[in-house]
Structure formats: C-alpha cells, structure tokens
C-alpha cells in the first residue's frame, strides 16, 4: 500500500510537513508521499472537495493548520473527544466510511512546553498570556487551562476570543486586546503565541510590540518553527528570558497524527532530526 497523506492550510511555502513525514515513511519502510495543499481562507468548495477525496479513499490523511482548523467541521462526520472539546482539528482520517476529525496539536504543545520547563525555577507560578484567538490558540488555551494554568487571552478578533472563552467557561480564561500596554503583566509566567506573525518569509515581525518590555521573570514559546528563531524568541532571549519556537511540539503531534494514518510506530528522533537538519541547512 502507498500512503497519499498531506496538510491544508494557507498560506503553506514554510511548512516542513513534508520533511517529517517522508522521514517517517523512510523509517517505518512505508511507502508514501505527504502533499501541501494550500487553499485560499474564503474557498470552502475546494475545502470540500479536498476532504472528499479522503472520503473516497484517495488521500488517506490530512494535517489542517491556519486558517482551516475551525473551517473544517462543517464537512467532517464526527470528532474525537480531544477536538470536540477543543472546538477545532488539526488531523482528518476515515474510519468506518466516517470522516473523523482530531487534534493532536494538543499533547503535542502540554508535552513540548513541559520538557522545555523541566527545569521547574523557570516558572514560579501558573499564570499564562496566550496570544491569538484561531484554531492553534484552542489548542493551546484548553492544554493549558486542563494543566492547571490562569490564562488571559490578547486577541485582535474580540469576537472571535470571546467564542473561544464560550468553549471553556467551567476555567479561569480572561480576555483582554492587544492593547498589551494595558496588561499588567507583572505576574505572567508565560507567554505563547499562537498567531501566523513572526512566520517565514515575515522573519522581522513580532507579536510583541518593541515598545513594551517583556514580563520581567517570563518564558516565551513562539509555535512558529520556521524560521528556525523568531524575532519574538531572539527579543526575549536578548531580554535574558527562556524563550522556545514550536519545532518540537510540531514533531510530536506529526508523529502522533502519522501513528494514526499508518499504524506505525513514529520515529520520532528521525523526524525531529530531518527538519532541524532542514532548518540548519536554510540558514
């Protein structure tokens, strides 16, 4: 059997998808190809098309990144617990002629985030600023609020951070804008953004405003991992904070979502190694 798996998003030329997951495939002795299927924001027709064709058997996976991971629902049959709870999918399959939709995104950040705070005197205390509101925020904001962590939420969109806080009333979820100059960010431990700025080929963009000083005693995680340091993590390690991109939680959660397709056991050493590689490679 060949694998014909792939990921829908836009815009797509910074992924490295393809890397991890045709190293997979090399590893596990699978043959398989990994495709990028970019498609416009506004273009639910061929949205739909596309998820046809795993319907059909055609492809047999799909990763969803921005700004697809909500625009996708309509078209699935049903959800796991995991995205259901969420409110957003970052991982299509077929099981039963049923169009599933899941999201390791995740366990893929909790468990990143975790093993860049293993050394616990990072972070004296859980309270988390999340920037953004999308798909990849849901992830995060619900990783973060069912570990224990206060979170505020800064959006552009106060629409759409407000449906977000609807998902999850039972937690302490605070919204405000990114009017970050207004936070009192005194006693904000982390700070993770989930937003597309800062992303490769806009490498001298930050979510961060230059004008405002960092949390004195912050960690940063920036889930762009293309380029290799974002602007956002190179203006806070120069502030002399931890700061991380999202490489290794994009690893875990290509592996959990490969182990879904195929059935094989991720090697996940092999793919954290191919993109870094890659990343070294296009400095």
Avoid at 65 to 77: A, E, G, R, S
Avoid at 180 to 208: Q, R, Y
Avoid at 210 to 225: C, G, K, Q, S, T
């Amino acid at each position: 059997m060949r694998y014909h798996l792939g990921l829908i998003g836009y815009p797509l030329a910074h992924s490295l998808s393809p890397q991890i997951h045709n190293a997979a495939f090399r590893s596990c002795g699978l043959e398989g190809d990994y495709s990028l299927f970019p498609i416009a924001p506004d273009d639910m027709l061929a949205l739909k098309d596309l998820l046809t064709s795993v319907r059909t058997g055609r492809i047999h996976g799909l990763n969803v990144t921005i700004p697809h991971k909500q625009n996708v629902i309509q078209f699935l049959d049903e959800f796991t617990p995991m995205a259901g709870a969420i409110g957003a999918v970052n991982t299509v399959y077929l099981r039963d002629s049923k169009l599933l939709g899941h999201n390791t995104d995740v366990f893929g950040f909790i468990a990143d985030l975790n093993h860049f705070l293993e050394d616990s005197s990072l972070v004296a205390h859980h309270s988390a600023l999340v920037l953004g509101s999308g798909g990849a925020a849901r992830a995060v904001v619900y990783a973060l609020l069912t570990n224990g962590w206060d979170v505020t939420l800064a959006a552009r969109r106060i629409e759409q951070a407000q449906q977000l806080a609807s998902s999850f009333t039972n937690y302490n979820l605070r919204i405000t804008s990114t009017l970050l100059s207004k936070i009192d960010s005194s006693n904000i431990a982390l700070i993770v953004n989930t937003t597309p700025v800062g992303m490769s080929p806009n490498v001298d963009e930050s979510p961060w405003p230059e004008n405002i000083p960092f949390p004195p005693r912050a960690v940063v995680y920036d889930l762009i991992y293309n380029p290799g340091k974002t602007k956002l993590v190179r203006d806070a390690e120069a502030q002399g904070l931890p700061a991380t991109t999202g490489l290794g939680m994009l690893v875990t959660q290509a592996a959990l979502a490969f182990e879904l397709w195929t059935g094989c056991l991720a090697p996940r050493e092999t793919m954290f190694a191919s993109v870094n590689q890659h990343l070294v490679s296009n400095r």
